[in-house]
């Protein structure tokens, strides 16, 4: 059954360093969606991708994150420099369409900002 | 911010038992769904039931939706240890192509 990969899984690194995170989706996943989940919440979404283009980024803090999916396939996040707030998980899903129904998930890099 | 709210936060039950997980949400929707997630991995897709159904079933569960008092329930029948997890609805807003996930609840079978 395909799935969608994130490496690392864990990743552990000291405020002000950067820090880099990358995803593959299911094959064929035009949908892609980085979300950030702090400990005993839900994810919230960070950026959205339609094929190569950001549809969705309002939530993305831009002086410090960002993110690319330059041939629409695989995906990074990028954070720098790092802050101890920054410490959750980082999930990636895909869809098939953006239509709001059903994504699947990666396992997601733990992060942890000493 | 997140629009939906689930209750209990936590729920703590025996095997065999039924989990009742409800969530309640601010905004129309065009349809919720519900995702389940085991400590420290991500998140396994359940179930969607769109805004114009009303009840939903899959298995062991079974959602239903009340758009007049914008809340839904997920019920597990017959828990199993390997239910073991957090539950999160998450809806869909007419005028966005996102999800909004809730807080989670935190399900716990004892065997």
Known sequence: ?114 | SQQGEEDPQALSIQEGENATMNCSYKTSINNLQWYRQNSGRGLVHLILIRSNEREKHSGRLRVTLDTSKKSSSLLITASRAADTASYFCATDPPDGNKLVFGAGTILRVKS
């Open chain 1, 1 to 114: 059954e395909a799935e969608v990969a994130q490496s690392p899984r864990y990743k552990i690194t000291e405020k002000s360093q950067a820090v880099a995170f990358w995803c593959d989706p299911i094959s064929g996943h035009a949908t892609l969606y980085w979300y950030r989940q702090i400990l005993g919440q839900g994810p919230e979404l960070l950026v959205q991708f339609q094929d190569e283009s950001v549809v969705d980024d309002s939530q993305l803090p831009k002086d410090r994150f960002s993110a690319e999916r330059l041939k629409g396939v695989d995906s990074t996040l990028k954070i720098q420099p790092a802050e101890l707030g920054d410490s959750a998980m980082y999930l990636c899903a895909s869809s098939s369409d953006n239509r709001g129904n059903e994504q699947y998930f990666g396992p997601g890099t733990r992060l942890t900002v000493t």
